[in-house]
């Protein structure tokens, strides 16, 4: 009974989808999840459920996730829901453990060989071996070239072929990259090294050579979960296949409008064919967004709703279920500086309004565009963090405080409570809790520490249980000693703190992340889209991405371009993924002196009762959906026909030269009660305003039409 209720419980907190996700018989489930709507709840609840009814064992799952973060997260939440021993790793992870514990068998007692932490340092060596310099920007684009060629099961002999037909843009000619692919794999033997591909194919190796390893991995994984499906490479995917064994009891979830890692050889077409695959698949949609307000719903829904191809296929469309929110904005800039000053000084406004850095994100492109804004948020005293730029716990300043904080486990009066301990022993690399330093790399090592702290603080609130006996255990205050436990625990899973400061970030890094206010920034053409995306599969990766980087808002979008690169410069079009919009004109000041610039405010017009965009003319007129419902006075409507007839008459003129049917229906449902009111409805502009306005406010407010115009009272208009 107490197992039952459990489970009673983890379906009480889901929507109707996710309840049919989490209860869908055992076997392939396929889960379509739109960004925010619940995905990682309900796969865990799937788990769960499953686990406490008794269907299956926790130990017998193996979860797999993108990253060591998201992994950790679905660990802690099954933990919360009292199913613990689940095993949740990445595809990377997973493979690791697998290859480590099965190599004195598979290797007949050789040393495994030594895992490569980046392919940078021996692509550099295998450039010169056949005759290349490559400096390391060159080394790093050769070493993307071997993954994904890795990734994608192509053999140096393979790649020119391979990387034509892929249309890959190489850094440099196909053949000389072929040469290093193959003098890469020479060295790498030759020092009894391996890469993460290599580990990946080891494991596959591993399983389909040998039937006792086979066997004992099978026996001890039954059920698979596959997060980010959308996604998965072909490598990663024969790994999947190898450790099913012909197998089906697997659930993945994915987005294919999320679909924008192809570049390293990820592909959506196992999410795509998932059905056809297994043709007994339960197929769940999750639609339901609870991250972003409507508006932010609704311009996703806009940017995605003209995307073409096979992810198009399996598009959904979302459903913002929290309150309205602000509208998103466009801006338009003369000029990059312009627009960089312009977005530093807003981060600087929403900091200054309550809105922590934290949940501030600046996202672009290409990392190239970070220096800018890198340069105008230190001027603006905004502190900022650069994702991905370098892993939080390979910070020289976070290993050095990991280092005193340890020494500092001798020192400290093991009472001292864990917060104040840790500003104590943080002391010895020169940290102090007081003002920080100003922007720039300063304030970035200032920030990183003091997540230390914020961490310590969080850490502090959960007591320790220490066991006393078979049933009974006492709670005791966590110490610095469990503290750098903890640090080592998050070091070895890259489950890192966050920092205070505004995210500087790609909108491939952003995937996955959300925060409370988001700039898109740089949207011209040539940058987003970028110039190398040159065929309609490439192309439509690149509104894919948009699309990635809007639904990142919970509640406040910016987004903005700058009419030309430096001041002066050739004039260049806004991103062709936005969709229409109103604009109107705009001033800015700039180091004290005003300044006329092309920059126009521009704002999504959505529907007043569900929030969602609206695009067609007639629907922006009346400030709703077609299909949301309408709250029209119809007597209102009757007088406002018969008084535009009569006017008609009088100039002869058709009637919807006075007002159209759209317009008239506007007025009778929102009925504006002053001229900013009426002249915000669509169609009607200042000359309307000036002709009709006192006329259409006086009905409005309930005079007879008799009353405002008397038969024959008009004149024909010039």
Not at 207 to 228: K, L, T, W
Not at 388 to 401: I, S, T, Y
Not at 571 to 598: H, I, K
Request: charged share 25%; net charge neutral.
């Amino acid at each position: 009974m107490v197992v039952h209720s459990a489970a009673e419980r983890v379906l009480a907190a889901l929507d109707p989808e996710q309840r049919s996700a989490v209860t869908a018989p055992a076997g392939p489930v396929c889960i379509l999840a739109g960004a925010g709507t619940g995905k990682t709840r309900a796969v865990t609840a799937r788990i769960a459920h499953r686990a406490l009814t008794g269907e299956i064992s926790a130990r017998h799952v193996l979860a797999v996730t993108f990253t060591a973060r998201a992994a950790a997260e679905m660990r802690a939440r099954l933990a919360v829901l009292g199913v613990p021993g689940v095993q949740a790793r990445t595809f990377h992870a997973a493979a690791l453990r697998q290859v480590r514990y099965f190599a004195p068998r598979l290797l007949e007692g050789r040393a495994m060989p030594e895992l490569l932490d980046s392919k940078v340092r021996v692509v550099t060596l295998a450039a010169a071996k056949v005759g290349l310099r490559a400096d390391r920007a060159a080394a790093r684009d050769l070493a993307g070239e071997i993954e994904w060629a890795k990734s994608s099961l192509v053999e140096p002999a393979e790649y020119v072929v391979a990387a034509a037909k892929a249309l890959r843009e190489t850094p440099f000619e196909p053949a000389k990259v072929a040469e290093v692919f193959a003098a890469y794999e020479r060295l790498k033997r030759g020092n009894g090294v391996i890469d993460f591909e290599d580990m990946l194919r080891a494991a596959v190796w591993g399983i389909e050579e040998h039937a006792d390893v086979a066997e004992q991995v099978r026996g001890q994984y039954r059920h698979f979960v596959v997060d980010e499906y959308q996604d998965v490479n072909p490598l990663q995917q024969r790994l999947l296949d190898a450790w099913l064994g012909g197998r089906d009891d697997l659930t993945v979830v994915g987005d294919a409008s999320q679909t924008i890692y192809s570049f390293t050889g990820a592909t959506s077409s196992y999410l795509v064919d998932f059905p056809r695959r297994y043709r007994t698949a339960t197929v769940v949609r999750l639609v339901r967004d609870y991250r972003s307000t409507p508006q932010v719903v609704g311009l996703a829904n806009a940017v995605i709703s003209q995307a073409r191809g096979v992810e198009a296929r399996l598009r959904l469309e979302l459903h913002g279920q929290r309150p309205p929110g602000p509208e998103p904005e466009l801006r338009i800039f003369t000029d990059e500086p312009a627009e960089a000053n312009a977005v530093a000084a807003r981060c600087r406004a929403l900091i200054d309004g309550g809105t922590p850095a934290r949940e501030i994100a600046l996202l672009f492109r290409t990392n190239a565009q970070s220096e800018a804004y890198e340069k105008a948020l230190t001027e603006a005293r905004v502190p900022y963090v650069v994702q991905g730029a370098e892993r939080f716990f390979e910070r020289p300043e976070v290993r050095q405080a990991m280092v005193a904080l340890r020494a500092a486990t001798r020192s400290i009066p093991g009472e001292t409570p864990l917060p104040a301990a840790v500003v104590e022993g943080l002391a010895a690399v020169g940290w102090a809790p007081d003002a920080p330093p100003p922007g720039g790399a300063a304030r970035e090592r200032w920030e990183a520490l003091a997540a230390l702290v914020q961490l310590a603080e969080e850490y502090a609130a959960t007591p320790s249980v220490v066991p006393i006996g078979e049933a009974a255990a006492i709670e005791r205050p966590v110490t610095l000693a469990d503290f750098n436990e903890e640090l080592a625990r998050r070091a070895a899973q890259q489950h890192v703190p966050t920092v205070e400061g505004v995210t500087l970030a790609s909108l491939h890094s952003a995937k996955g992340l959300e925060w409370n206010a988001v700039f898109l920034v740089g949207l011209a053409e040539g940058t987003l889209p970028t110039t190398y995306a040159k065929t309609p599969e490439q192309v439509e990766e690149e509104r894919r991405l948009l699309y990635v980087g809007i639904t990142r808002a919970r509640e406040w979008l910016w987004l903005s371009y700058a009419a030309a690169r430096s001041p002066g410069g050739r004039a260049r079009r806004p991103c062709r993924f936005l969709p229409r919009l109103d604009r109107s004109g705009g001033t800015e000041r700039a180091g004290g002196a005003a300044r006329r610039t092309e920059r126009r405010r521009t704002q999504v017009v959505s529907c007043r009762i569900c929030g969602a965009t609206l695009l067609a003319g007639a629907d922006r007129k009346l400030g709703r959906c077609p299909t949301c419902p309408s709250d029209l006075d119809e007597e209102l409507y009757e007088r406002l026909r018969e008084w535009r007839q009569r006017v008609a008459e009088a100039q002869r003129v058709p009637a919807y030269v006075v007002f159209t049917d759209a317009t008239l229906t506007a007025l009778a449902e929102r009925k504006p009660g002053r001229g900013e009111e009426l002249i915000a409805i669509a169609g009607i502009g200042p000359r309307k305003l000036g002709l009709y306005g006192d006329t259409v406010l006086a009905l409005v407010a309930g005079a007879a039409v008799d009353d405002v115009c008397p038969q024959k009272s008009f004149e024909s208009d010039p």
